[in-house]
């Protein structure tokens, strides 16, 4: 029930485990029997989950209606536990805080080279070196808040954050989040896309447990669909597409498969069975837990499980024909995604008795992928941004709108074909992801971080 009769729909439970039934129009429901009394849950959207004990008897659940209005005086809770501050999220939930700890979500305002591009420093912090949006495109600055420091005024200077806005991405924020049109997905960023539910007294947790009776806690089926990470992960900022995770999902197999971003990226890991074990958490299914690393384990081992590459070799009368084959699969997005700069370089060496030799023909690699490898056989698989005189790479926030792009697509084979000279005994496949542009972490003297996906040798029969 609530205050004015009974509701439909509702989900109840026996509180931890896994079957719910619905209730009816008359607000009745019925579960099995139970022989020891055990507390039973009601969740509906747009209510605080409510539980009662199953041997009280007339049992009623009355729901309580989520206040109406977000109020903007709630002051965020920080996640870093202190035992002098009893509502910050690491207090209890400490696994949770570990896996997040550990996301980039963590760090998306104050990562350093995220900072060195915004406020135009290299590693070392000395000032004006290199891409700097501050110094290139000062208007611009207050753009970046929206998504990686949610909880920042929207003009605050990324440079200088303190306190919890300092934690970008976190946990309070995040389960603040009410509701997520997709009416405006891409042109409006971050916060500015999300329907935010901040109490004005009290507290209020969304979240994607319908049995977590605590009188705070609110159900949002929500929090399992990819429309939740959307305004975050879709960006046309100044014109260009920066970030197109989302719509590349929308068009994916995965998608058609019913995989949401959660699916993959918040997997259960398995292990955790109480989310605030000793501070009111109870036993549940740990395959019912979403795993806040956002990767399962690491990025390099999803990229692993997701790139497969294979050659086919021929020995021709006065050279050796070699068919490369790369594809990605089980991902839900292009590959790679995420920031505009990040790219995959193929690298196929062919070795004779020693050295190894460049290709007679096939497709050639540029300076893009680095001054050693230029005019080496391979490709790059990129966003490529220039701009207005054609020049690259560019930072986004000086780029054309319209880019060159050539990404893998999930499912989608991409085929090339080398020669290389008769003498070819073996060759080396490599697959490399890099964050950035060679030129970008020379520049700023970012250590060198590039990540070999693959690495193959295979040899030619002659
Ligand atoms: C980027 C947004 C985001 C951030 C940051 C975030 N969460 Fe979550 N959280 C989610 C989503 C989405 C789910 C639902 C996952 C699923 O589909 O199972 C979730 C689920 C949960 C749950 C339910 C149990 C579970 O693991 O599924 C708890 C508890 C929780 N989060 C607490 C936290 C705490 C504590 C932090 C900070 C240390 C945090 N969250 C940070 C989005 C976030
Ligand atoms: C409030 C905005 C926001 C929301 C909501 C959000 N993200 Fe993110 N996400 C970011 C930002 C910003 C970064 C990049 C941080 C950085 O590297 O500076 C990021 C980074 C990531 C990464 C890279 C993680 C890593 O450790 O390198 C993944 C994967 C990811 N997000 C997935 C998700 C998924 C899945 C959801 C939905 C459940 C989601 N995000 C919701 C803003 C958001
Ligand atoms: C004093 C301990 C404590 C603190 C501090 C705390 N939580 Fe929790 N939280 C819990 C307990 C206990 C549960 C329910 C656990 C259960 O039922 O197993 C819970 C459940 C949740 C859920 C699940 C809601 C749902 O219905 O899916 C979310 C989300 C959540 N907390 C987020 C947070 C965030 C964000 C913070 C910090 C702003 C926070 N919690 C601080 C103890 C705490
Ligand atoms: C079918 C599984 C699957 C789904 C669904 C999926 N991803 Fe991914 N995602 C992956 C894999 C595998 C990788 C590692 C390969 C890579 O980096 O491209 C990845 C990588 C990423 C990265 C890191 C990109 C980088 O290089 O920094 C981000 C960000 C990301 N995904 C966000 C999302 C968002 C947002 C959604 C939903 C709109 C989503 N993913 C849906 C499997 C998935
Ligand atoms: C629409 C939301 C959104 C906006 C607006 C946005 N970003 Fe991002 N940014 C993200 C997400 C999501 C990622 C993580 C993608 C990934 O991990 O590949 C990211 C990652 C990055 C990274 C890579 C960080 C790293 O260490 O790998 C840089 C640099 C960056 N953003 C710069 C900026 C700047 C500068 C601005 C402001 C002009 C900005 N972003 C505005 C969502 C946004």
């Known amino acids: 029930m609530d205050d004015s009769g009974p509701i439909q729909g509702a989900q109840v439970r026996y509180q931890g485990t896994p079957r719910f039934v619905l209730s009816n129009a008359e607000g009745r429901f019925h579960l099995p029997p139970n022989s020891d009394p055990q507390r039973i849950t009601a969740s509906k959207e747009g209510f605080f989950i409510e539980g009662a004990m199953s041997d009280l008897s007339p049992l009623t659940l009355k729901l309580k209606r989520l206040p109406a209005k977000d109020s903007e005086d709630y002051t965020w809770v920080d996640p870093t536990p202190n035992p002098a501050r009893h509502q910050n999220c690491g207090n209890c939930h400490k696994e949770i805080l570990e896996e997040w700890s550990a996301s980039s979500h963590a760090r998306s305002a104050n990562n350093r ?14 000032p004006h070196v290199g891409w700097s949006l501050r110094d ?27 306190g919890v806005s300092a934690h970008g991405v976190h946990c309070d924020f995040c389960h603040k989040i009410a509701n997520a049109s997709t009416e405006r997905i891409g042109v409006t960023h971050g916060r500015y896309g ?29 929090y399992h669909e990819s429309r939740y990470c959307a ?56 395959q019912a837990m979403g795993n806040h690393r956002f990767f399962d384990r690491s990025q390099a081992e999803m990229l692993r499980r997701c790139l497969h590459v294979s050659a086919e070799a021929a020995t021709e009368a006065d050279s050796v024909k070699v068919n490369v084959r790369i594809q990605a699969d089980q991902v839900g997005h292009r590959v790679p995604t995420g920031f505009v700069d990040r790219n995959l370089l193929l690298i196929v060496e062919a070795f004779g008795v020693n050295e190894s030799a460049m290709p007679i023909d096939g497709p050639r690699l540029s300076g893009l992928a680095a001054p050693s490898w230029k005019g080496k056989a391979g490709k790059i698989y990129a966003k490529r941004l220039t701009d207005f005189d054609g020049k690259g790479p560019v930072p986004f926030w000086r780029a054309r709108p319209d880019v060159e792009d050539n990404r893998l697509s999930p499912g989608q084979p991409d085929s090339s074909e080398w020669r290389f000279s008769s003498d070819t005994i073996r060759l080396r496949l490599r697959v490399i992801y890099r964050q950035f542009w060679p030129e970008t972490v020379k520049t700023k003297g970012w250590p060198v971080d590039d990540l070999a996906v693959v690495d193959q040798e295979i040899s030619i029969r002659h």
């Open 113 to 126: 080279r995220f900072l060195n591009l915004y406020d135009g420093t290299d590693w070392q912090g000395r």
């Open 231 to 286: 305004s975050c992960h879709e960006g046309v900022v100044f014109g260009v597409p920066v970030y197109t995770t989302y719509s590349e999902w929308l068009a994916s197999p995965a998608r058609q498969e019913g995989k949401q971003c959660q699916t993959c990226h918040m997997a259960p890991t398995g292990t955790m069975s109480n989310i605030a074990p000793g501070m009111g958490g109870i036993e549940r299914d740990p």
């Open 194 to 222: 999300l329907e935010l539910l901040r109490p004005n007294q009290g507290q209020i947790f969304f979240g994607s447990l319908d049995d977590v009776d605590r009188g705070e806690d609110s159900y949002a089926a929500l």
């Open 136 to 162: 290139e495109h000062p208007d611009g600055i207050g753009v970046c808040n929206a998504c990686h420091a949610p909880t920042a005024p929207f003009d605050a200077d990324l440079g200088n954050l303190t």
